[in-house]
């Protein structure tokens, strides 16, 4: 079995700065730029002659725009995971680093963004996000191809 992992292309909030997490719909599409970048993964895996037999997906919307471009060669479905989704961020999703300084000056910056966020109020735990990995490793769908 090969797994192909593919990270989503630019969105908007990318060329902005914000960061994302899992701000929901229609928050955060790919930009020009990001469906270029989904449009020439797609063609490199015609070239190469990928054709796969599944595709999981984040149901958030810069995975699903990502997965729809890089898919139309295929004729398969996309499935959505949740547990495949950017771990939640709390209060800082959304905002760009001059704006948790501004509405949140209690925050470290510097000091979260090497951590990730984690520590911040609402963000996901560490257990919670090892948690949704495990699913996904032990996941039937994935242990059965």
Request: glycine residues 8%; aromatic residues 6%.
């Amino acid at each position: 079995m090969k797994l192909f992992f593919v990270r989503h292309g630019e969105t908007l909030a990318n060329a902005e700065g914000r960061i994302q997490s899992q701000v929901p719909p229609p928050a955060f599409g790919l930009s020009p730029a990001g469906r270029q970048q989904a449009e020439e993964l797609r063609e490199r895996f015609e070239r190469e002659g990928l054709k796969p037999t599944h595709l999981y997906c984040s149901p958030l919307r810069r995975t699903q725009e990502t997965a729809e471009i890089i898919s139309r060669s295929w004729s398969l479905p996309i499935t959505y995971w949740d547990d495949l989704m950017e771990h939640g961020l709390g209060i800082v999703s959304g905002l760009t680093v001059g704006e948790i300084r501004e509405k949140h000056p209690e925050i470290d910056v510097e000091s979260e963004e090497a951590r990730g966020f984690s520590g911040v109020e609402g963000a996901e735990a560490d257990d919670v996000i090892a948690t949704c990995t495990q699913r996904v490793i032990d996941n039937p769908d994935l242990t059965n191809l």
